[in-house]
């Protein structure tokens, strides 16, 4: 889909939340201040000492501050750096529109924390099976940090699923922004 095409399209979707705040926390090093008991669990809840996290303020804040090293997590700001746990990925994708254009098809995703992300080049999904039965189906949101889709996206996605391009019939996948991501 033309750059043009898909920045009409996405105008043209209803006001959601605002944009969350971005923060040059790739740009910021200090050093390593330690652990803190902050949690992220396989369903996109956050947890502080045992407890959750409800303030939805809070969350977006500290998932603008949130920045993957190889498979270590970390609330960054200029003066600190604290080690924090994610038990899978640290976003859940809970929203997914199809756009239609004549170029073609872009899929539209949302977060519990408010990033829209329209998969793509530069944001890939991937599935993942575990053992024969479950599957995990994630996204690209920004900067090395991935969303698990909710299973209600992944049907969603299965529904617009159909055969990949030349050489790939036997796939089942998804385009948006020409992009195939094979769902099998």
Do not use: C
Not at 10 to 26: C, D, I, M, S
Not at 31 to 37: A, H
Not at 83 to 109: T, Y
């Amino acid at each position: 889909m033309e750059k043009a095409e898909l920045e009409r399209l996405l105008a043209a979707l209803p006001e959601g939340e605002a944009t969350p705040r971005r923060y040059p926390v790739a740009q910021w090093n200090p050093p390593l201040s330690g652990e803190i008991d902050i949690r992220i669990a396989a369903d996109g809840r956050w947890y502080h000492e045992g407890e959750e996290i409800r303030r939805e303020g809070l969350i977006r804040l500290f998932a603008a501050l949130l920045r993957r090293e190889g498979s270590d997590y970390f609330l960054v700001t200029p003066a600190e750096k604290w080690r924090i746990r994610v038990d899978d990925v640290p976003f859940l994708v809970v929203r997914m529109e199809p756009l239609r254009g004549e170029s073609g098809q872009a899929l539209v995703f949302w977060s519990t924390v408010g990033d829209r992300v329209v998969a793509g080049p530069e944001h890939p999904l991937r599935v993942v099976w575990a053992g024969e039965s479950e599957v995990r189906p994630y996204l690209l949101v920004r900067d090395g940090l991935e969303g698990r889709l909710a299973r209600p996206v992944y049907y969603q996605l299965a529904e617009l699923a159909e055969p990949g391009p030349p050489g790939r019939e036997r796939e089942f996948g998804v385009y948006s922004q020409g992009v195939f991501f094979p769902l099998t």
